[in-house]
């Protein structure tokens, strides 16, 4: 059964760095993970995607082990403004279709 | 850029009445768009997949007669609730992917109250 978790929330103080983890055991060998946010009533804001190793860009870095069941996403330096909840999406093979599946979502707390 | 839009942004409507929801890729052509629906507090359920020209794919569990898809063109996909009942009230948001590159570009939602 394709499944991604992730915890369900986190709390962390302005100006620190944030690490998301999600676990994706049946991730498919040629499949892709990415990363969003969401505000509320909002649809989910693009962050990141990568495939292994390491991926960073202008406001996030994703890191995914050698095996690919997890991945974590990375945010530097935290501020208010980047309470929302984050979810990792991860395309599944199932039987010869693809199965896209939102993670759980965390929902990032930020503290002053 | 990546830019994708929906409308209404919400929607009343009466039991037994039907809604459609338009969702439109504004900078980029979409060979492939999503339909997701969303409860408070809960995760984005994938309701089908739709590609340009063709019949959409709906998930396990979702009413192809009741959720109904079309995909006229790589810019506009819709999605018209029919015979809507307030179990149906929800969040639905719409996505399209940036071809070949896996990336979904998700429009704002459309929150649908039926009453």
């Known amino acids: 059964l394709a499944k991604t978790t992730q915890p369900i929330s986190m709390d962390s103080y302005e100006g620190q760095e944030v690490n998301i983890t999600c676990s994706h055991n049946n991730i498919a060998t040629n499949d892709y993970i990415t990363w969003y946010q969401q505000f509320p009533s909002q649809g989910p804001r693009f962050i990141i995607q990568g495939y292994k190793t390491k991926v960073t860009n202008e406001v996030a870095s994703l890191f995914i082990p050698a095996d690919r069941k997890s991945s974590t996403l990375s945010l530097p330096r935290v501020s208010l403004s980047d309470t929302a909840v984050y979810y990792c999406l991860v395309v599944f093979v199932t039987s010869g279709t693809y199965k896209y599946i939102f993670g759980t979502g965390t929902r990032l707390k930020v503290l002053a | 850029g990546a830019v994708v839009s929906q409308h209404p942004s919400w929607v009343i409507c009466k039991s037994g009445t039907s809604v459609k929801i338009e969702c439109r890729s504004l900078?980029?052509?979409?060979?492939?768009m999503f339909w997701y629906r969303q409860f408070p507090k809960q995760s984005l359920m994938l309701m089908a997949t739709s590609n340009e020209g063709s019949k959409a794919t709906y998930e396990q569990g979702v009413e192809k007669d009741k959720f109904l898809i079309n995909h006229a063109s790589l810019t506009l996909s819709t999605l018209t609730v029919t015979s809507a009942h307030p179990e149906d009230s929800s969040f639905y948001i719409c996505?399209?992917?940036?071809?070949?590159?896996?990336?979904?570009?998700f429009g704002p939602g459309t929150r649908l109250t039926v009453t």
């Open positions: 996505s399209a992917e940036l071809s070949g590159s896996y990336e979904q570009y």
């Open positions: 900078d980029f052509q979409a060979t492939t």
